[in-house]
């Protein structure tokens, strides 16, 4: 399917480097231990923390997060964390300040060192922080998808959040489709199957599409709007 590549803003690019060149270099990663292994309690995860360690990064990354907040209308707590493991990104339902009443986003520094080559600008990343507010928002609205369909689900919600973006930020939308891509399996019998690569593609991509039809109407995507089509779609695959 056709896809849009817009110029990119330069704002992930210019503190990548800088953290990239500041981070201990990545050790070996397998494919199979990516994803973001939802759960209802925070695990020992690594070294979790506020701030990257780096202002510029929090400062861009604090940006992204406030439009997350406010376009899918939850209010997580968000974290950096050193992963033990492999680079990840998860969402969880557990509430570590009330002041984040919808649940918790941790991002790993080794997934954002890993990313930032990845596109322009390191679009990728806001896409990945998308997709777990996607998870944090099927948890305050108690949708009932389960195994590859919630991770479907997020990833329909980071096509939407992709639409958007692109009017107050440069976003390389060849490079996340090609990302969500990539990150698809082929274990279907496996509790951590997220999809089959064309399925991850197809749903940022439906996500993008639906979001883009709704602005072409005159209108703009409402959380019910996205919660309705999005589900619909989800339900639909089954």
Same mark, same amino acid.
């Given at each position: 399917m056709k896809s849009t590549k817009l110029p990119v803003s330069s704002d992930w690019? #210019?503190?990548? $480097?800088?953290? #990239?060149?500041?981070? /201990?270099?990545?050790?070996? !990663?397998?494919?199979?231990a990516e994803g973001c292994f939802l759960s209802d309690e925070l695990i020992s995860l690594g070294s979790v923390s506020a701030t990257s360690g780096n202002l510029e990064i929090d400062f861009v990354a604090g940006q992204e997060v406030q439009r997350l907040r406010s376009m899918f209308g939850v209010n997580p707590q968000f974290y950096f964390f050193r992963e033990i493991e492999s680079p990840n990104a998860f969402a969880t339902s557990e509430v570590n300040d009330e002041s984040f009443p919808d649940g918790t986003v941790l991002f790993g520094l080794r997934l954002h060192n890993r990313e930032m080559p990845k596109s322009m600008g390191? %679009? %990728? #990343? &806001?896409? /990945?922080?998308?997709?777990? $507010?996607?998870? /944090?928002?099927? $948890? +305050?609205?108690?949708?009932?998808?389960?195994?590859? *369909?919630?991770?479907?689900?997020?990833? !329909?919600?980071?096509?939407? !959040?992709?639409? !958007?973006?692109?009017?107050? +930020?440069?976003?390389?939308?060849?490079?996340?489709? +090609? %990302?969500?891509?990539e990150i698809?399996?082929?274990? $279907?019998?496996? &509790?951590?199957?997220?999809? %089959? &690569?064309?399925?991850? *593609?197809?749903?940022?991509?439906?996500?993008f599409s639906d979001a883009k039809g709704f602005h072409y109407r005159g209108i703009s995507i409402t959380l019910p709007d996205l919660v309705t089509s999005g589900s619909s779609y989800i339900e639909g695959l089954r």
């Open positions: 690019l #210019i503190v990548g $480097f800088v953290f #990239i060149y500041s981070m /201990i270099p990545m050790s070996g !990663y397998g494919q199979d390191g %679009t %990728t #990343i &806001p896409m /990945i922080m998308a997709h777990e $507010f996607g998870h /944090i928002l099927s $948890f +305050k609205m108690d949708l009932s998808f389960d195994g590859k *369909y919630q991770e479907l689900w997020a990833d !329909y919600c980071a096509g939407a !959040y992709m639409f !958007y973006r692109q009017f107050w +930020k440069s976003t390389d939308v060849s490079a996340t489709l +090609k %990302t969500f891509f698809g399996d082929y274990a $279907f019998n496996s &509790p951590s199957h997220h999809g %089959t &690569p064309q399925e991850r *593609y197809d749903s940022v991509w439906r996500g």
